[in-house]
């Protein structure tokens, strides 16, 4: 069964750092594309960051978190990493990791079709 279970979400004071984890179970991350999503409340969710396969030498970052956030795997613990630094209170949100074997359905294409989805964490970013 193919699961994604994030975890590290909490509570950060805007200027901190947070580091969100990813664990895979199911699949290998170097084979799928590896991305995070973000949904504040009463907004739309948001794609964020990812990594493509074998390896992740291709990144794509939002304007939003792009100088901010760092997105990385370690292929021996089938994790993915969301680096959160010089957080803001705008980055409140339930953050989503998601996996497919297609980036551009990943990066680019309707969500709803991305294949695999995480439960969510919650980050809260106070001022």
């Known amino acids: 069964e193919v699961q994604l279970v994030e975890s590290g979400g909490g509570l950060a004071s805007a200027g901190g750092s947070l580091r969100l984890s990813c664990k895979a179970s199911?699949?290998?991350?170097?084979?799928?594309?590896i991305g995070w999503f973000r949904q504040a409340a009463g907004k739309e969710r948001e794609r964020i960051a990812a990594?493509?396969?074998?390896?992740?030498?291709?990144?794509y970052y939002s304007h939003s978190v792009k100088g901010r956030f760092t997105i990385s795997s370690d292929t021996a613990k089938n994790t993915v990493y969301l680096q959160m630094d010089s957080l803001k209170p705008e980055d409140t949100a339930v953050y989503y990791c998601?996996?497919?074997?297609?980036?551009?359905?990943?990066?680019?294409?309707?969500?709803?079709?991305?294949?695999?989805w995480g439960q969510g964490a919650l980050v809260t970013v106070s001022s």
């Open positions: 998601a996996a497919d074997r297609h980036w551009m359905t990943l990066v680019a294409g309707d969500e709803r079709y991305v294949a695999h």
């Open positions: 199911g699949f290998t991350v170097d084979d799928y594309a």
């Open positions: 990594m493509s396969s074998s390896g992740g030498t291709t990144t």
